[in-house]
């Protein structure tokens, strides 16, 4: 099982601010099913907020990765 670091991705949300899964997955490469526990502990925890959807994305394709119209602010 791949260990991932919470400490890690807090600090890098609070460097980027606003970031979209994709860019997360894509800097620790790392599966989403790893990152994702660790964003749903920021969020319980009130840090992190999570956006999903229209906020990225204004046409009704639905050919975009979901991965890159899900972001994750740091709010903390």
């Known amino acids: 099982m791949i260990m991932a670091d919470p400490i890690a991705l807090r600090q890098y949300l609070q460097?980027?601010?606003l970031v979209p899964l994709i860019d997360?997955?894509?800097h620790f490469r790392l599966d989403k099913d790893v990152i994702e526990p660790m964003l749903e502990l920021w969020i319980k925890k009130g840090?992190?907020?999570r956006?999903?959807?229209d906020a990225a994305c204004r046409n009704a394709c639905c050919k975009c990765d979901p991965a890159s119209i899900?972001?994750?602010e740091w709010t903390g």
Do not use: A, C, D, T
């Open 51 to 53: 956006h999903k959807g």
């Open 15 to 17: 460097k980027r601010k």
């Open 70 to 72: 899900e972001f994750y």
């Open 47 to 49: 840090k992190v907020k």
């Open 24 to 26: 997360i997955l894509n």
